[in-house]
């Protein structure tokens, strides 16, 4: 298999002398995977040393229109098949003009601000996520890709205070979606997941085409710093987008070059000074780099190299008054490994597992490292400093659910058979979600910094549910706080659809105990309380709207997309946040299905 590899990697270096023309201009479209992969291109183009690559445009067009043509008869594009149950993941039109909605149930407080409700989510080009099928195998898109598509909610009082309500949604307009916009038809090969010949073929064509092996995304992430608001993915810069009119503006070429990788989807403001801490992966060393970037945001700080000895997949980082939280888990992305025949990502569950607590403006020298039990984590809740603790609450499970089985044509119909497989117990027919569960639960470690000792607790309010997206009252970010909120996870749909579904959201109460005659005191469970949605309807992008002027931390309201698949209706509910249990206080009926997506938030808006 690694000879195959190898002699594919010269088999189609060999298909192009020149460097070809792009037919669009991919600026800062750098991946953390692509700059694995160009030393080995870079090798193979060392043996025709009398190759220039400053040639007449007519020669790069002919070198252009050859690889094209390769593509088209080696590499065939597969819709991948949605099911009726999947239905809610299909991709919508966009609505750049915006429509005004009304209010079907209840009432929008006086005190509620204004502003927009902002969720980010996939929503493929041309029909649908695809596979290609080649004569060196197939490979898929993963469940997770698909162009970034902001879905806007406009909260605004009219003369005399009335309500008014505007949906709008549209694309998020980077290099790789304008290219194949252009193109009308799909451009990139699918290259994360499949079989390791297909990939670095894939690899190979896209980088000899575009100058970058995948596209920029932008998909998973909304969020404002410096009065400017962005839209990310971590494999790409941010993109900044006009918040009132949903239009791109361009990426967040920040500071001039001096941070010249993707970083994470969840950037976090450091309390206090409001600078913005960013961590980004690459496939090469440094694997993982930090940044400190100012609170006007112009201007990088800090900037350090971990030194990390593998390239971790971090999702997310945590702050706390004085210290970056840092998470180094076993989920690795490894080039070498598809040389080898292998899966370019890779759960080792069997691999090293630590926190690292690093002074804001520290080095990798200065890292405080906690080995902690193997696991996946992709969301931190919050990070905190209790006496000579660091806090650090997130949601935990035993196994990924990226990458998820290896990619085929059929890859829908495996991936709901090894959700079910790996989320279902062996008694009967019960969809029960097992220990070993690839969804999450809510655990906190307690790290000593004076001792070195580690405290963990996983299953704090029980095994009733498990969640995911967290998130919290952003003013406590970093500070000890009391409440949590996050998103339950439907387990009966996890197994029909082979997607996550999240039919209610769970309020976690930390500060309060739920306790148990034959429980011991170390194993009581924490307080929470259920809202739960109508039978087949799911939510998405959930955020906490803090009251203004509110005093205590759930002054408040929680805010979300909910989609009702019996009718196919797409709508907005606003909860009182003190009110939990209660019905929502506001239902806003939209003029277009939502698809299910990633992460929200709410921006009040002064103009």
């Not at 010269?10 to 192009?16: A, I, P």
């Not at 090969?189 to 073929?201: E, M, V, Y």
């Not at 400017?228 to 971590?234: D, F, G, L, P, V």
């Not at 059929?410 to 709901?416: M, Q, R």
Request: glycine share 8%.
């Amino acid at each position: 298999m690694a000879a195959n590899s190898y002699a594919l990697l010269q088999v189609v270096t060999k298909c192009s002398l020149q460097k070809p023309s792009r037919p669009t201009k991919l600026e800062h479209s750098r991946n953390p995977l692509s700059s694995t992969f160009k030393p080995i291109l870079l090798r193979e183009l060392d043996h025709f040393p009398n190759i220039s690559l400053d040639v007449p445009k007519a020669i790069k067009d002919i070198s252009f229109n050859l690889l094209e043509a390769f593509v088209d008869f080696t590499c065939e594009f597969v819709d991948q098949p949605l099911l009726p149950s999947k239905s809610n993941f299909a991709p919508v039109e966009e609505m750049i003009e915006g429509t005004t909605v009304g209010i079907v149930e209840g009432k929008i407080p006086d005190d509620f601000p204004e502003g927009v409700y902002v969720r980010n989510g996939p929503n493929p080009l041309f029909g649908g996520l695809k596979s290609t099928r080649s004569i060196f195998g197939e490979s898929s898109h993963m469940w997770i890709e698909g162009e970034g598509m902001v879905h806007a909610l406009y909260l605004n009082k009219e003369n005399g205070g009335k309500w008014k309500a505007l949906y709008k949604n549209k694309h998020v307009q980077t290099d790789s979606y304008n290219m194949e916009k252009d193109r009308k038809k799909p451009g990139f090969l699918p290259a994360i997941q499949g079989d390791s010949n297909a990939i670095l073929l894939s690899y190979l064509l896209n980088l000899l085409r575009f100058g970058v092996t995948d596209k920029s995304l932008s998909n998973s992430n909304v969020f404002e710093h410096g009065n400017k608001y962005y839209s990310i993915a971590e494999n790409h810069m941010p993109q900044e987008i006009d918040i009132h009119c949903l239009q791109t503006k361009g990426n967040w070429n920040i500071l001039s070059g001096s941070w010249n990788r993707p970083f994470t989807s969840h950037p976090k403001k450091a309390p206090g000074t409001g600078e913005l801490v960013i961590i980004g992966i690459d496939g090469k060393k440094p694997y993982m780099e930090l940044g400190v970037i100012s609170a006007d945001g112009k201007k990088m700080v800090h900037k350090a190299d971990l030194m990390f000895d593998r390239c971790t997949v971090c999702h997310e980082i945590g702050v706390t008054q004085r210290y970056n939280v840092i998470m180094n888990f076993p989920l690795i992305v490894d080039i070498s490994q598809l040389v080898l025949g292998g899966q370019l990502m890779k759960f080792e569950k069997d691999g090293y597992a630590r926190i690292g607590i690093m002074p804001r403006y520290g080095d990798a020298n200065s890292i405080k490292w906690f080995e902690v039990n193997p696991c996946s984590v992709f969301h931190i809740i919050n990070c905190f400093e209790l006496n000579d603790e660091v806090v650090v609450r997130a949601c935990e499970a035993r196994q990924s659910v990226i990458p998820g089985p290896s990619s085929s044509i059929n890859h829908f119909d495996k991936f709901s058979k090894w959700l079910k497989r790996e989320t279902s117990s062996t008694n009967g027919d019960s969809h029960e979600f097992t220990k070993e569960s690839t969804f999450s639960r809510v655990c906190e470690w307690r790290l000593n910094m004076k001792t070195g000792q580690v405290k963990e607790k996983k299953n704090i309010f029980g095994d009733e549910f498990v969640m995911e997206f967290p998130f919290i009252n952003e003013k406590i970010s970093g500070f000890r706080n009391k409440f949590a909120y996050l998103q339950v996870v439907e387990s009966t749909e996890v197994s029909g659809s082979g997607f996550a579904k999240f039919g209610g959201i769970i309020k976690v109460h930390y500060e309060e105990k739920k306790t148990f005659n034959n429980m011991d005191e170390e194993d009581e469970l924490i307080k929470s309380e259920y809202h739960l949605f109508p039978k087949n309807t799911f939510c998405s992008g959930a955020s906490f709207v803090p009251k203004p002027g509110g005093i205590d931390e759930d002054d408040g309201w929680i805010i979300t997309f909910t989609h009702n698949e019996n009718e196919n209706i797409s709508q907005v509910c606003i909860i009182d946040a003190k009110k939990f249990t209660e019905e929502p206080i506001a239902i806003i009926t939209l003029s277009s299905r939502v698809p299910y997506g990633f992460h929200g938030a709410f921006m009040p808006l002064t103009s």
